[in-house]
């Protein structure tokens, strides 16, 4: 009887997939290849006036989460739940703990909501048309984590900087994972967005 194909035949050994290593320590220096890259980009963006301690606070902790996402993503190809649903609901709770209503709550909830739904469907359709993933729901939750924190004015900015820098980053690095390149521009996208206000006008004082 002929082996399945989908079997490995006696004899032979599976090779085991390659381990990759996503500890602090092999991910210290993209992380700070990255913060070092959007603290070039808020520089270039212009620096407000003067800023609150929360400002800068969750300005730093953005940068950080998105430093941490783009070097993990790097590294293993996917985004830990861990780091995009904390990101996310930190942006929902930023009027609250900036002392600012707007954009109102429910906004920032319809954009997040509207946001993953959007990159969900564009992953769904891509599995069905294509037969192999193209998105991962990791990438729809960042996206949805860029709509609680800038609304839902500034998600098509976003959107916009991410894809065209990221093929961007593909041809000229000739890459063979776009949806990686994608990633990390969809954090860059959305940290320039914050430097530069795209969404709501009280969002461009969250930098």
Aim: aromatic fraction near 10%; hydrophobic fraction near 55%; proline fraction near 6%.
């Amino acid at each position: 009887m002929a082996p399945s194909a989908d079997r490995v035949p006696e004899g032979t050994k599976e090779e085991p997939l390659p381990k990759i290593d996503t500890s602090p320590r092999a991910l210290a220096l993209p992380v700070a290849l990255f913060l070092a890259l959007y603290a070039g980009l808020a520089w270039v963006s212009g620096l407000p006036a003067s800023v609150s301690f929360g400002v800068i606070a969750f300005s730093a902790g953005l940068a950080t989460a998105l430093a941490v996402l783009s070097a993990f993503d790097l590294a293993a190809f996917r985004l830990p739940d861990a780091l995009t649903l904390p990101l996310a609901a930190a942006g929902l709770a930023l009027p609250w703990v900036l002392g600012d209503a707007a954009p109102h709550f429910l906004e920032r909830v319809i954009a997040a909501a509207v946001a993953f739904a959007f990159m969900a469907a564009i992953a769904s359709f891509y599995q069905r048309y294509r037969g192999t993933a193209g998105l991962g729901l990791g990438d729809a939750k960042l996206f949805a984590a860029a709509g609680s924190w800038l609304g839902a004015g500034a998600l098509s900015s976003v959107l916009l900087w991410a894809t065209g820098s990221a093929l961007a980053a593909v041809r000229i690095i000739s890459s063979s994972a776009p949806v990686a390149a994608f990633t990390r521009c969809d954090c860059a996208a959305t940290k320039r967005s914050l430097r530069t206000g795209s969404g709501s006008s009280t969002t461009a004082r969250y930098h």
